[in-house]
């Protein structure tokens, strides 16, 4: 089967760090991306991981382990408009020689001062 | 800046109407999606077109079919709308594969009554 585990929610302080971690077990993985959801508004891409490590960009880095099935975004000097839900979701096969993206049910984070 | 909009914010409907939800996107995109989000269970797929007049199925395509005449717009059809496809409706857009990220519309919210 395909599954995809996040955790439901989580809080932090204003300028601390969280890690978000994601685990799946997919039929076929061409891709792991982070997308960031405030409320209301639509899911916007954060990151890309196809290779093992860490990726950095500014803020928020995104690590990938294959062998592991794992995944976490890393977000550093919280902000509160940080607080949003952050998904997580596995580029697999799919028919017709395509891909899907299979998300996971996403992380609701709160930032608190 | 891409651009994916959906015609409806909001929206109610009677059970057993048939509804349409639009998506138009203003970038070229060959491959576009509709999926639905409700709590708990992350973003599932309905169904998904690589090109103009093909679709393919998603993870839960019942009770709902698709249209795509043009490039641009790909329409999602409840053609007997129930109460449980009351949801929050958002529709994506890709350049080619999967690879890329993909744009999402702001979404609809649908309640059937």
């Known amino acids: 089967g395909q599954n995809i585990d996040q955790p439901t929610e989580m809080t932090a302080t204003e300028g601390a760090i969280v890690q978000i971690n994601c685990t799946y077990q997919?039929?076929?993985?061409?891709?792991l991306f982070w997308y960031q959801q405030h409320a209301g508004e639509a899911p916007t891409f954060l990151s890309y991981?196809?290779?093992?490590g860490l990726e950095e960009k500014g803020r928020f880095s995104s690590f990938l382990s294959r062998s592991k099935g794992y995944s976490y975004l890393l977000l550093k000097e919280l902000q509160m408009k940080d607080s949003a839900s952050y998904l997580c979701a596995v580029s697999s096969p799919f028919s017709g020689g395509y891909n899907k993206l299979i998300f996971g049910a996403g992380t609701r984070l709160a930032v608190h001062p | 800046d891409v651009k994916v909009t959906q015609s409806s914010r909001y929206l109610v409907k009677r059970t057993g109407e048939k509804v349409f939800l639009e998506c138009v996107q203003d970038m070229d995109h060959e491959n576009m999606f509709w999926y639905r989000q409700d709590p708990g269970l992350g973003l599932r797929l309905i169904y998904f077109?690589?090109?103009?007049?093909?679709?393919e199925k998603g993870d839960i395509p019942e009770g709902y079919s698709v249209s795509r005449e043009k490039k641009e717009r790909f329409s999602l059809i409840l053609e007997s709308a129930s109460t449980n496809q009351t949801s929050m409706y958002l529709c994506?857009?890709?350049?080619?594969?999967?690879?890329?990220?993909?744009?999402f519309g702001p979404g609809t919210r649908l309640t059937v009554t």
């Open positions: 994506a857009s890709t350049p080619g594969t999967d690879y890329y990220e993909q744009y």
């Open positions: 991981n196809v290779l093992d």
């Open positions: 077109s690589y090109d103009v007049k093909m679709k």
């Open positions: 997919t039929s076929g993985f061409n891709g």
